[in-house]
């Protein structure tokens, strides 16, 4: 299946613009990144255009049509709105650049236009429309075909006229291959589901080819030209009211009115029953075509394309007069069936659970603030059911999880945590910094030096770099602390992180103590010992000495003895 638009991945991330801005919701958002959902869009390139990341992927058929110019005879049939992308008044000019990519003719869709137009009058004239609305916007016809066929008897059932102009151009050249050049994305599936055009080519692409074929309009321009062709009104088209213009006269009965962007078409869609006499001239982009998806942006805006495609038509008519207008004899009939999406449809209990998973449960909890990209909380429910959007998509919802596991997290910590601004006030202290810090009042918004050295977070700060587990005495409360100080990124503020280590700091102390008194006692003990080892010493010596005294004299006594005899 073909994608005719999608977005980046790369550049697409948790954005929800476009989602905001989609008119049906035709986005959802996977791992962060939004996707188009293809059954449900209508094409009209409104999230490309609000995208600020421009992560638009707009499918090109650059390829095939060169491939088509490459292998025979293929025909252009040109979008109106080339004057105000292109900057050129002469059509001459836009048909010989054409011929120089490999065109073998061109003409303007605006042929086609008048055709559609013509086949609208005879279709008023009949009076069986209560309104009628124009069928020449793919987006729009798509809206009604998905979202609101109830509407669908009053869409016009004749071709768009690009799908007119196809059918004049094949009938013109037999065989021939027919490329619509266009800002329109919607295009390229009304030109694949038409059967008669054979490529699409957005003007974008277009300006590419003419850059790497070094074709160049200005000088293109300075040649001469040959002017050919009749008045056609048809040439207004691209512009708003363009269609109503493009009438040599009315119709009795009807109001004609132009409703341009794709919120109030839907607005008047809505309503629809409501309203009778009304010839609706609808166009999904503001400006209508002029401002197409792929237009190519030139200065003063559609103001200025408005203009240019003003000028270029009035021209046009006050050069070649008013021509009787001879159908051609086609058959322009379109059937417009309806198209559904597909979608699931979640039970009113389905939508309750959902929604009571981000915390709403009563009416007053339905902020419908339109973060998360859908109008109300029951929409956004609605997604959820479909695989569209998931729950953490509520910005609200995740907020609040956020500042509660947070304000948890901190209150119940038990370590001492206090958060500064970047002049050192408390924006946040737990319970057990203030325990630590001797804190009795409400300490938000006061600065820490009222209750702390300030000098560590000055130097952190000023240093842009963190301190880790410094050991600090805290003479206020008598306690010890581990303190650790972490620089905000961005030079946002601080935060500290007090572990209390004055227990530990204590058994440190107690045991020093007990190992200095225990040093004390043994080397005591020792010099005991050595004073007694010397007493005892002392005392060996002194009766050894008596011993051997008392031994010799009683040797001689006893060798005296032995003499006498």
């Not at 010839?279 to 200065?299: H, Q, R, T, W, Y």
Request: charged share 25%; aromatic share 8%; hydrophobic share 40%.
């Amino acid at each position: 299946m073909i994608r005719y638009l999608d977005f980046k991945d790369a550049r697409c991330k948790d954005c929800y613009k476009c989602l905001r801005e989609c008119p049906v919701k035709a986005i959802k958002v996977i791992d962060h990144h939004a996707k188009i959902i293809d059954a449900r869009c209508i094409l009209c390139g409104h999230c490309t255009e609000v995208c600020p990341q421009n992560a638009k992927s707009v499918h090109t058929e650059r390829g095939e049509v060169e491939a088509l110019l490459r292998g025979g005879k293929v025909v252009a049939s040109v979008a109106p709105s080339f004057v105000s992308s292109f900057g050129v008044q002469d059509f001459s000019v836009m048909k010989l650049a054409l011929g120089r990519l490999g065109f073998a003719d061109a003409e303007e869709t605006s042929i086609g236009a008048r055709e559609v137009t013509e086949c609208y009058k005879r279709l008023l004239e009949g009076k069986t429309f209560k309104n009628f609305i124009t069928s020449c916007c793919p987006a729009v016809n798509t809206l009604i075909e998905l979202y609101y066929p109830k509407a669908l008897e009053y869409l016009a059932p004749v071709d768009s006229p690009m799908v007119a102009h196809a059918k004049m151009l094949q009938a013109a050249h037999p065989g021939a291959k027919v490329v619509f050049i266009g800002p329109c994305i919607a295009k390229k599936r009304e030109a694949r589901e038409s059967g008669v055009v054979d490529g699409v080519l957005t003007f974008e692409d277009l300006s590419a080819m003419f850059e790497d074929a070094g074709i160049r309009l200005d000088e293109i321009a300075r040649l001469p030209q040959h002017a050919a062709g009749a008045a056609n009104r048809a040439k207004y088209y691209p512009i708003s009211r363009g269609i109503i213009k493009s009438f040599e006269s009315y119709v009795d009965g009807y109001e004609y009115v132009a409703v341009d962007g794709a919120e109030k078409c839907k607005e008047v869609l809505e309503n629809i029953e409501s309203l009778s006499g009304m010839f609706i001239e609808m166009n999904c982009c503001d400006s209508a075509c002029v401002n197409g998806p792929c237009s190519l942006a030139l200065k003063a805006g559609s103001l200025k394309a408005n203009a240019d495609v003003r000028r270029y038509a009035g021209k046009d008519i006050a050069e070649h007069g008013s021509v009787p207008f001879t159908p051609c004899g086609i058959d322009f009939t379109c059937v417009h069936e309806r198209r559904r999406t597909g979608d699931f449809v979640p039970t009113d209990r389905q939508l309750k659970e959902i929604l009571a998973k981000t915390g709403k449960t009563k009416p007053e909890d339905m902020l419908n603030c339109g973060a998360c990209g859908y109008d109300t909380c029951m929409e956004k429910a609605w997604a959820v059911a479909n695989g569209y959007a998931n729950i953490e998509m509520c910005v609200p919802y995740m907020r609040e999880r956020a500042e509660s596991m947070s304000y948890e997290i901190i209150q119940t910590s038990p370590n001492g945590i206090v958060l500064l601004d970047t002049d050192l006030n408390i924006l946040e202290i737990n319970g057990k910094a203030k325990e630590l810090l001797g804190i009795r009042e409400e300490a938000k918004g006061q600065g820490i030096f009222h209750y702390f050295n300030p000098t560590d977070f000055v130097l952190a700060a000023a240093d842009n770099k963190n301190i880790y587990n410094k050991k600090v005495f805290l003479e206020r409360t008598g306690s010890f602390i581990e303190l650790t100080i972490i620089v905000l990124k961005g030079g946002k503020g601080t935060y500290a992180v007090m572990k209390d280590i004055t227990q530990e700091t204590k058994s440190e102390e107690q045991l020093d103590k007990v190992k200095l008194e225990t040093l004390a006692t043994t080397d005591e003990v020792i010099k005991k010992q050595m004073r007694v080892a010397q007493e005892i010493a002392s005392l060996l010596g002194e009766t050894t000495a008596e011993t051997k005294v008392a031994l010799l004299k009683l040797k001689k006594t006893i060798q005296g003895e032995g003499g006498e005899k």
